[in-house]
């Protein structure tokens, strides 16, 4: 049973490090002034329009908040499956084992998935003000 558990928490890791990997240069890249660029880009070449709107690390941030919402109903559905197993176990002790697992690893990965995002989200707000050189150093 450690086995398994530990083979998640590695997993776990590892998505978390591949997540940040991919969401850190994405959230750079709007802290860089990209989307000025982008914008006298589009204004030299005739075609006018904003091009905050459409840019890539815009569509990317509505990504992951639209994932984060996903995930927070997955984590509701299996809270209320266990919740739902665990009522029906009739003292059944493998049924109420199988609830509290769901329910811990429920909980687990959804403190993953927020500490990742958390984390990401600092270290971004730092390189942008390092890199802007606003607020305290």
Known sequence: MKKILIKKIVIAIVL??????FCLPAVSLA?????????????NSGLGGDASE????????RIIGVALGILGVIFIMLIIYAGFIWMIASG??????????????????LVIVLAS????????????????GTGTP
């Open 31 to 43: 802290s860089t002034g990209m989307l000025d660029k982008l914008n006298t880009v589009k204004e």
């Open 16 to 21: 978390l490090v591949v997540m940040s990997l």
């Open 117 to 132: 995002y958390s984390i990401s989200y600092f270290i971004v707000d730092q390189l942008n003000r390092a890199s802007t």
């Open 92 to 109: 059944d002790d493998g049924k109420v084992k199988k609830a509290k697992d769901i329910i811990i690893a429920a909980t687990i990965g």
């Open 54 to 61: 459409n840019a890539l690390p815009i569509a990317v941030g």
